[in-house]
């Protein structure tokens, strides 16, 4: 099994903590479109022997596409690639585009999950990240969304400068209100050369305050918790049957294919990404080349790459496996590594010979991770 995934590169306007890839002029929309599902026939080769059981459609702001566009890149995702029977088919898409006409529309489409960009309910959040909706869209959007959509995950950002452990529960509680089944929350953090940085450079905005931010996701744990969610990721939380199945892909392992500008690709040990720039994509595509830089994932870019993605989900990293797909030396190195961290119960050893992440080392996973590499 196997995922697409198609990088949209435009937004209305720029989210002042956002570092990835898009372009607020709108312009060379339909060239970026037409390029997209030419390297879908460019690529159709790479996945022949996969079953695409995922499409995803990521951004920038990819509900920014019109329903015929979304319809004619599907289409040519089925034309060209094994697709499953019901494929997961998930479109990132921010409140303000979302009407009630729009989200029927998508409804009646073959796109059958929403990932919502929510971040906060409350006016000045939004203001202060420089987003393009209003709180009162927002709550609008999920209120139509719900009626037509029962696979729906939202985004909220999460330790904000100042917001108060009240506030923080505001939005939880307004989030379990309208009944959603997934939930994707991440710490507010700051990007090089992203206006956020140089608002704080400048002392204009708040510096982070990681125990605030730490404060939050305790909270946000305890709470999805008791609201039947499982926290099945680091960053996301989903109810019994509505985990988001094209991401547990990319942590899992498995193959994606990513088309587009900046979009990355992954199949067996080989890694690439695409050109990150709108103009020069198109043209190459054009051209009916790949504008794309590909690299080969040496044993121990495999091993650090396992430890990394399975330590932020509730699978952990399996002995077996690691012996199985790299050998003892690799198992001797990890339990020699681990050993720190679980006297300190930021990790324990299940029964199954499997190392998990505890609750208590559930926020400092990535710093934890990096220290249990092979390098």
Not at 52 to 79: A, H
Not at 83 to 109: C, G
Not at 209 to 233: C, M, P, R, S, W
């Amino acid at each position: 099994m196997a995922g697409i995934y198609i990088h949209i590169p435009f937004c209305k306007q720029a989210c002042f903590y956002c570092d990835f890839h898009f372009s607020t002029s709108l312009k060379k929309k339909d060239e970026l479109v037409q390029a997209l599902v030419k390297e879908l026939e460019l690529r159709k080769d790479e996945l022949k022997n996969e079953t695409i059981e995922t499409i995803y459609f990521g951004g920038g702001t990819p509900s920014l596409l019109t329903n015929e566009e979304l319809k004619l890149l599907i289409d040519s995702v089925y034309k060209h690639y094994q697709v499953a029977e019901n494929p997961e088919i998930t479109l990132e898409a921010n409140p303000d585009d979302l009407s009630k006409s729009v989200i029927i529309q998508l409804s009646e489409s073959p796109i059958n999950r929403l990932s919502i960009g929510i971040q906060s309910f409350f006016e000045d959040d939004l203001k202060n990240m420089n987003r393009a909706h209003s709180s009162d869209e927002a709550k609008k959007c999920l209120k139509e969304a719900t009626k037509y959509f029962d696979n729906i995950t939202i985004d909220l950002i999460y330790g904000i400068p100042n917001m108060s452990l009240e506030k923080w529960n505001k939005n939880l509680e307004m989030t379990f209100g309208f009944g959603v089944n997934h939930i994707s929350s991440y710490a507010l953090t700051v990007e090089p050369n992203t206006a956020m940085a140089m608002f704080i450079k400048k002392g204009t905005y708040p510096p982070m305050d990681e125990d605030l931010a730490l404060q939050h996701f305790n909270y946000l744990i305890e709470k999805t918790n008791e609201q039947g969610f499982v926290h099945y990721e680091i960053s996301n939380f989903g109810k019994p049957n509505y985990f988001s199945k094209h991401n547990t892909s990319y942590w899992q392992g498995k193959s994606y294919l990513g088309i587009g500008p900046s979009a990355h690709s992954f199949y067996k040990n080989e890694r690439s990404w695409n050109v990150s720039n709108n103009t020069k994509y198109i043209k190459a595509i054009q051209n009916k080349t790949l504008p794309n830089t590909a690299e080969h994932l040496s044993i121990q870019d495999e091993y650090n790459e396992y430890i990394m993605t399975g330590l932020r989900t509730i699978w952990g990293v399996s002995l077996e496996k690691i012996e199985k797909d790299f050998g003892k030396t690799f198992v001797e190195h990890l339990k020699i590594s681990a050993k720190k961290y679980i006297n300190e119960g930021l990790l324990e050893v299940s029964h199954q010979k499997t190392i998990i992440t505890t609750k208590k080392g559930k926020f400092l996973i990535d710093g934890i991770a990096s220290e249990l590499f092979m390098i």
